[in-house]
């Protein structure tokens, strides 16, 4: 089992950047591909990126592709996603998410799950 803590939400001006930071304990991280999912207002939880568990595999939605970056630590246990020019639209509760899976980019698909953190852009 493995548990997860994500920090680094905020509030930002359209443009900004933010870095989230998801930290893991519990089984060995480099176990599991990492997931982050974002859930705004009345909205489905929906896919942001994945990252197999050795960083050789990486998916974006097309909505973030070439704004946000993911990446992983293994030896400090941590993963990480770069926002860049953030958007009001990218506005949501953002979730990390540990999968046995290679790479999935269904929900369904994670076993464990942050609490989230809250990210808001201004316009």
């Known amino acids: 089992q493995v548990q997860l803590v994500e920090s680094g939400g905020g509030l930002v001006q359209a443009g900004g950047s933010l870095r989230l930071s998801c930290a893991a304990s519990g089984r060995t991280f480099s176990s599991y591909a990492m997931g982050w999912f974002r859930q705004a207002p009345g909205k489905e939880r929906e896919f942001v990126a994945v990252i197999s568990r050795y960083g050789w595999q990486l998916y974006y939605a097309d909505s973030v592709k070439g704004r946000f970056t993911i990446s992983r630590d293994n030896a400090n246990d941590t993963l990480y996603l770069q926002m860049n020019s953030l958007k009001p639209e990218d506005t949501a509760v953002y979730y990390c998410?540990?999968?046995?899976?290679?790479?999935?980019?269904?929900?369904?698909?994670?076993?464990?799950w942050g609490q989230g953190t809250q990210v808001t852009v201004s316009s």
């Open positions: 998410a540990a999968t046995s899976l290679i790479a999935p980019m269904k929900k369904s698909e994670y076993q464990y």
